[in-house]
Every structure is written in C-alpha cells, then in structure tokens.
C-alpha cells in the first residue's frame, strides 16, 4: 500500500517511510492512496473476536507489505498487553440506546494510548532493524504527552521531547509526563497555548537543519498516520459489541485535533454502517462553527475545563477535505492558506457531502459540568470533561432509540479533578493503584519562551550521543 500527502507535491511513499516522516514534506499530511474495504459478511464474521485479534484484521491491509504477519500479531498482543480490563475498551450502557466506550484503560488512562503503545512498539520494531536513531518532536494538549512517552520511553533509538503548554493542562496530565525518570525524555512546558506548541512542531518538521547529520524528526501526533490507523480498530469493536454490522451505529467523538473522529470516518468508509458520526466541541468551537455555518474564522483560544480540547487549528481536518474536494491537492494547499489567514471558506458541495455523516455539537463549562452532575446522580456513573461533552452532543444529535449512540469516554475522570469538582463531587477522583504516588514523584521539565530557535537550541544540546 502506497501513501500520497493531501497537498499532492510528494510521491507516493511507502507504510515505513510515512511513518518515519510525520508531516509530508509539501506541508501536508499523508493518507492512504487507497483504502481497503470489507464486506458486511466479512465484518460480521469477526464478532467473536479478541480486540487483538480484531485489530490484526483491520490493521493488515495496511501493513502486509511492510513485516511479517507474525511480528504484527506479535506487536499488537505487547501493545495491548498493558491495558487493564479484559474488553480493552468495554461498553457501559447510560440508559437507553446510550452507550459509552471506555477508552481510558491503558497505562496513561486516556484514548491515546491506544495508538501510541502501538506506535511505541512500531517504532522500536521499525528503528532496530534500520539501525536508526531519531527525534521524536510532539505537541500535546495533555493526553499525547504522557501516552507518547510512556509508549517510546524504552525504545533505544528515540530521543523525546514533548511540548506542553506552559500551566495550561491539569496537574495530573502534567505529572503523567514530567515524573517519568529517562534520560531520553524531555518534557518543555512552552509560554503559549496548544497551537502554538503545535504550530512550531509542525514548523520544525519542514525545516530539520538544526539537527546533527543523521538524525530525524519522527512525528507522535495524529499527523502520523500509523496513529489513525490504529484508533480505526475500535470503532469496528464497538459496533461489533451492539449487533453490528446487521445493525447501524452512531458515535459521538470529544473533538481536538479531529484525529480520534477521522478514524471513525475511515471506518465507514472501510464498510463499517455508520449512521452518524457527532463532533463534540467545547467553547473553542471551529469544528461546529464550520460544519453548522461555514464558520471556519481562527477566533482567540479559551481556555475550559475540558483541555484537551482546547484547539483552534484542528490538524486532521485537512485529511477529511482532502476527500471532500475529491483529493485535489492544488485545492487543499489553497484552502490550508486560507485557514492560517484565518478566512477559509467550504464550498457548498463540500459541507453538503460532510453533512450526509458529520453532525456537531457545542458545550461550554457549565454545560459540561451539568451533564457530570447529573449523569453521576441519576446513574452513578462519574464522566470526565471531554467524555460529558461527547455525551451532551450524544444527546443533542441522537436519531433515535432505535439506533446505537456510542460516546467515547476519552480519559479517566481522575485526571481533570476540577471539573469534577465543579460538578459537585466531594473528593478528587481517585487514581488507579499504580500511579496512587503520582504527586509524590519528582517533577522534571523546562520552561522555555514560544520561539522556535529557543526550542530547537534545547533539542540540539540535549540529543544522546
């Protein structure tokens, strides 16, 4: 299988070298040049499967070409292998046909662990046979961070380093990261926002002359496509779990940086009935803005509750209107000027072709922390920020009992205690057994200014020799 950028200035590049390359180097992002597709017989005969043994399914097409299938199986069971329920990702009913998928029991308990202990492994495996050593350079808005680190910190050939943005994510997201003790891992706690984080990631990736000869950025962000391609398996594991594919599903996606949801669309388009797929935003809204009226304007970041989302310049919207505009790269460079000029507009044919799937929703803070409140005391059950957004918008979309509502429950609730505070909560929720000495451990991180050279210095002076 052969990968192109939605930009269209790069030759089709192979499964190794995408994931190696993060960000093409026309400034686009890479996706399949075609995508398998299975048959409703051929899903439906997977319901009795293992999630490994599911993943295997959906991932080969994708990697057949690059490793055995015995080290693929063997790389998912060790990816897998550190989460903690049987399901890996069970379903729990909220009453009626609302269901959440609970993506919060790998190590670091949120949704990214999912791909990045695969991508960590990946990595490792890809790295060892090419006798490669690289940089990973990744933004986070919380949740990557520690997934990311806790993923590669054993790989031999990496060296990490990861910006956050400086007192702009909760204490436990923070500590996840900076308490990890690895001489490979550097976390920089950068004076900005998210996108800014992002925006000189991205930055750094186009121009790589402040590394020493032979080294490489290798990108940990859903920019990297093995990221995506992993998050696929679960939406196929959902709808397997509620009578599918005899039987449509929707799902309603806390939304950031449109990675998480674009996997789902793939699902659908790989043969998965998809009724609908919701965009769950908080206040930092561009994503319903632009679905709900064309509204895709750069407004100035909020910060919420609800951190993870708080994301103006959403990466992988780009690879869903690479499909729109019927995967005219000219098209898409034009518009991706437009956005960072902070004017973009969709065409009529596009946002009616994204309607057919897409709906969204809106929930600010006090929106979400009612939906905490009040879900907790009618069913017991405690949400996090990002998951009771998702839930609202499962709500507000919803076609009907008749078909499956699933939200995604994209982190543990014990890592945003003040949300669920807020809501009425009495005591911080509690943290799983093994990180029960999180605000014990030492702290390790460096602040550094929101400029580009300031950042690449630090790298450069910090690479293992």
Known sequence: MKFVSTRGGVEPKSFEDVILTGLAPDGGLFVPETLPRFSEEEIASWSSLSYQQLAFKVMTPFMADFMPLKDLQQLIEKSYGTFRHEEIAPLVNTGGNQWIMELFHGPTLAFKDFALQFLGNLLDYTLSKRQQKVVIMGATSGDTGSAAIEGCRRCENIDIFILHPHERVSDVQRRQMTTVRADNIHNIALQG??????NLVKASFSDQSFLPDGRQLVAVNSINWARIMAQIVYYFWASLRLGGPQKTVSFSVPTGNFGDIFAGYLASKMGLPIERLVIATNQNDILHRCLSRNDHRTLPLTESLAPSMDIMISSNFERLLFDLYDRDGAVISQLMKDAKAGSMMLSDKALTKARQLFASFRCDDQGMVDVIRNTYENTGYLLDPHTAIGLAAAKECSSGDQIPMITLATAHPAKFPDAVK???????????????????????FTVLGNNASEVQKFIFGNLSR
Do not use: K, T
């Not at 926002?193 to 992002?198: H, K, L, P, S, Y």
């Not at 807020?422 to 390790?444: I, K, Q």
């Open 422 to 444: 807020r809501a009425g909560y009495p005591n911080d929720p509690e943290l799983p057994e093994h990180m029960a000495d999180l605000f014990e451990r030492e702290e390790r």
């Open 193 to 198: 926002n998210f996108d800014d984080c992002q």
